[in-house]
């Protein structure tokens, strides 16, 4: 049986008299990248606050490698990085002087803090900027440094809040790739307005709304949820519009190019055989037909309205 590595149950907190959550329960075992999503006062920063030791919850327990945060909060919080929306960057420190700081903020010292640095440092390929102040850093670096702050006691659990936020394409890339190599031997919670970006890092989603959870899946479970209700249509010999329409099924069709058409349709799963069919009666050539997929902004525009 699989250790989970975060076990939240029945986790609430409240607000004066409103409560933003409300009995949260979550499990992950497995190294990897987890999205957190949810739409502004859903809950989702709360959550993580909670989850970073900065916020003592009204009720329910987290467990962090099976250390409670309320039995044992600094050991909990050895386990955890955390690296918020705005990093606590020092601008008028070196980069080498910020992470021992950090590093003697999680207790480190002597020649393990040494090594943590310069492992930290390595790993997020900063190495080279040790003795230059943060304030001299271009943005994508700012980062690095804040992720490296993050891990340099080497926690098992990392949370990311919008690291991309900012960046230039570029920059966004390296910090992608960077991310994507951290996860290898930890747990990244990964929290993002840019839903894109979640589709490429995420294996598996969290989203919360209302103070709930309302789907806690895969990533492609995510991409799936709702069904697809348009398919791309090729025929080498297309016929009319109106005759594509006439079909069981076809709400709506358009024609975008000579050969190529969109057709919307009911849901049913079986339209697309109905086509095949059709199509080899009447000599219309099927060349290739293509269900067209959801975006992310649809799927969770219909989950935040649960």
């Not at 993580?48 to 962090?64: A, P, R």
Request: charged residues 25%.
């Amino acid at each position: 049986m699989e250790k989970n590595i975060i076990k939240i149950e029945n986790l609430s907190h409240r607000y004066s008299t409103s409560w933003a959550i409300r009995d949260i329960n979550m499990e992950i075992s497995q190294f990897g990248i987890v999205g957190l999503l949810g739409s502004n006062g859903a809950g989702k920063s709360t959550t993580m606050n909670i989850l970073c030791g900065s916020l003592n919850q009204t009720e329910g327990n987290v467990y962090i490698n099976g250390i409670n945060f309320k039995d044992d909060p600094m050991r909990a919080k050895m386990e955890i990085g955390f690296l918020p929306q705005n990093p606590p960057l020092y601008l008028d420190l070196t980069v080498d002087e910020y992470l021992n700081y950090c590093a003697g903020l999680r207790d480190m010292s002597g020649q393990v803090r040494k090594a943590a640095v310069k492992e930290a440092k390595e790993r997020c390929g900063i190495d080279h900027f040790s003795g230059r102040l943060i304030k001299n850093l271009s943005g994508g670096y700012r980062q690095r440094v804040g992720i490296a702050q993050a891990i340099v006691h080497r926690p098992n659990v990392l949370v990311l809040d919008e690291p991309t936020n900012g960046l230039d394409p570029n920059q966004i890339i390296e910090v992608r790739n960077l991310i994507k190599d951290i996860a290898k031997d930890r747990v990244v919670i990964f929290s993002s307005h840019i839903l894109s970006e979640v589709q490429l890092l995420c294996r598996d989603i969290k989203m919360i709304e209302n103070g709930r959870i309302v789907f806690e899946d895969t990533m492609d479970a995510f991409n799936n949820y709702i069904e697809p209700h348009s398919m791309l249509i090729h025929f080498n010999n297309m016929p009319e519009i109106a005759v594509l329409e006439a079909i069981d099924g076809i709400i709506r069709a358009e024609l975008l190019t000579e050969r190529l058409a969109r057709l919307y349709f009911s849901g049913e799963a079986s339209i697309a055989e109905t086509i095949v069919k059709i199509s080899v009666q009447n000599g219309w050539r099927l060349q290739e037909i293509t269900l067209e997929k959801n975006s992310v902004e649809e799927i969770f525009k219909q989950l935040s309205q649960q």
